[in-house]
T-cell receptor
């Protein structure tokens, strides 16, 4: 148990719809990173939030957006869903602060299926 | 930019045999190095990490890894595997001042009785 909680665990959406995934970070952590893991691949970095501000973004289109709240929990929003968005979405929390950010703790993930 | 190459996509091994999962990385700056394990339908669990200091790092479940700067490698080893070690293993690198981790494509370790 890492203390990082993601909801929902599974989700089925139709192409073109919008989805919101949620992540509660571990106590004492102020940084949340989101990753997309397609079947048979390693996780790909989507973006990171540090103290409610976006703090780095990977190669994902603008229809992938996020938020971080004052309690450091976070949301990942995906608009205009495409079939290729089907994946396991992982959230990771850490302490942030540059060189002191040495380890991220991952949640169990949300399995999104787009049909 | 950083990249990670896991040299074997699948490693089958018999129970109680030793195993090595290979990982090479590319980076123009210093990085932290990690190995994670992922069981079916679960998130990632940290096995071990290299931040600095001794190049031989010991982790959980009897795993260890050796950082080789000249060969830019971070291979994972276990002297005697168990059936329960069957899982997907990911090598990852992370910049010292950034939270983004770059992962390899994973190695499926299958331990056979």
């Amino acid at each position: 148990e890492t203390g990082v909680t993601q909801s929902p665990t599974h989700l089925i959406k139709t192409r073109g719809q919008q989805v919101t995934l949620r992540c509660s970070s571990q106590s004492g952590h102020n940084t949340v990173s989101w990753y997309q893991q397609a079947l048979g691949q390693g996780p790909q970095f989507i973006f990171q939030y540090y103290r409610e501000e976006e703090n780095g973004r990977g190669n994902f289109p603008p229809r992938f957006s996020g938020l971080q709240f004052p309690n450091y929990s976070s949301e990942l929003n995906v608009n205009a869903l495409e079939l290729d968005d089907s994946a396991l979405y992982l959230c990771a929390s850490s302490r942030g602060g540059g060189a002191s950010d040495t380890e991220a703790f991952f949640g169990q993930g949300t399995r999104l299926t787009v049909v | 930019a950083q990249s990670v190459t896991q040299l074997d996509s699948q490693v089958p091994v018999f129970e109680e045999a030793p195993v090595e999962l290979r990982c090479n990385y590319s980076s123009s700056v210093s990085v932290y190095l990690f190995w994670y394990v992922q069981y079916p339908n679960q998130g990632l669990q940290l096995l071990l990490k290299y931040l600095s200091g001794s190049t031989l790092v010991k982790g959980i479940n009897g795993f260890e890894a050796e950082f080789n700067k000249s060969q830019t490698s971070f291979h994972l080893r276990k002297p005697s595997v168990h059936i329960s070690d069957t899982a997907e293993y990911f090598c990852a690198v992370r910049l010292l001042n950034a939270g983004k981790s770059t992962f390899g494509d994973g190695t499926t370790l299958t331990v056979k009785p």
